[in-house]
């Protein structure tokens, strides 16, 4: 069982991961060093009351949603942070840029219909660009890989060393 501070850390990456924030523009945006960004989630170091607060009212969720073992991310965060921050240049400017590689395969290519069928990485990479987002095709495998809990891959049926991936049902 996770105690309060992992399970906050945990809700805290979800929703970084669902804001499609790189881990460095959160920090930078927090006030928080890269360092010390870090060291929090290896658990080196506790996050103050007061950068929980910081990051409760940046998400628009209060520290007890933060702290709860049934805390569910919105799967629009990145729209609505966009909606909110829309004046706000520095906030806004982050969250236009080229979202992060985990946000772009969990939040857009997870609910596009034609992941449903398998996909090689080039043809990943190219629906990425469709979308303005370059991400090298090392990048894209690595991450399919580390979310295979929602991912189905396997071997080409033509190629080798090459693999097929597509949304799990």
């Not at 772009?104 to 987002?133: C, H, T």
Request: positive net charge.
């Amino acid at each position: 069982m996770l105690n309060s501070f992992e399970t906050t850390l945990k809700n805290i990456l979800n929703l970084i991961d669902a804001s499609g924030l790189t881990e460095n523009q959160f920090a930078e945006m927090m006030n928080l060093s890269i360092r010390k960004w870090r060291y929090i989630k290896k658990g080196r170091v506790d996050l103050k009351l007061s950068d929980i607060e910081k990051i409760g009212n940046f998400f628009y969720v209060s520290v007890s949603q933060l702290s709860g073992t049934n805390f569910k991310v919105r799967n629009d965060l990145r729209h609505f942070l966009l909606e909110k921050y829309k004046n706000n240049t520095e906030y806004r400017a982050h969250l236009e840029k080229k979202p992060s590689l985990i946000f772009a395969i969990k939040y857009v290519l997870l609910s596009y219909r034609g992941f449903l069928e398998p996909m090689e990485v080039k043809d990943i990479q190219l629906y990425f660009k469709s979308l303005n987002w370059e991400f090298k095709s090392s990048s894209i495998s690595n991450a399919l890989i580390r979310l295979r809990e929602e991912i189905d891959i396997q071997p080409h049926p033509s190629k080798t060393k090459t693999f097929t991936y597509n949304a799990k049902d």
